[in-house]
Nanobody, 123 residues
Framework: QVQLVESGGGLVQAGGSLRLSCATSERTLSRYYIGWFRQAPGKEREFVGRISWSGGVTYYADSMKGRFTISRDNAKNTVYLQMNSLKPEDTAVYYC????????????????WGQGTQVTVSS
């Protein structure tokens, strides 16, 4: 059972930055992908991007490219989501998730989820 805990959310003004963290319980995640999703009120959960734990290869949804960057620190068992030039429409609960599914990008392809962290961007 992989446990995931997000942190780093909060209130930020438009144009600002935040770095979210996703701490994992497992020391051996070489077969896993870690993904980031977000869910705004009244909307479906939306794929932001993912990173392969072993090779650190990243993939982003087209709408997320350029402002969002995913990275990992294997020694700390932590994945990060760096968000820059934030906009009010980025306001959402952000989740990290884990899976052994190859090249995942859909909610149903991820088996383990964190509890989410709220990001609010004020205009």
């Amino acid at each position: 059972q992989v446990q995931l805990v997000e942190s780093g959310g909060g209130l930020v003004q438009a144009g600002g930055s935040l770095r979210l963290s996703c701490a994992t319980s497992e020391r051996t995640l070489s077969r896993y992908y870690i993904g980031w999703f977000r869910q705004a009120p009244g909307k479906e959960r939306e794929f932001v991007g993912r990173i392969s734990w072993s090779g650190g290869v990243t993939y982003y949804a087209d709408s997320m490219k350029g402002r969002f960057t995913i990275s990992r620190d294997n020694a700390k068992n932590t994945v990060y989501l760096q968000m820059n030039s934030l906009k009010p429409e980025d306001t959402a609960v952000y989740y990290c998730a884990a899976t052994e599914h190859y090249y995942p990008s859909r909610v149903g392809e991820f088996n383990y989820w964190g509890q989410g962290t709220q990001v609010t961007v004020s205009s």
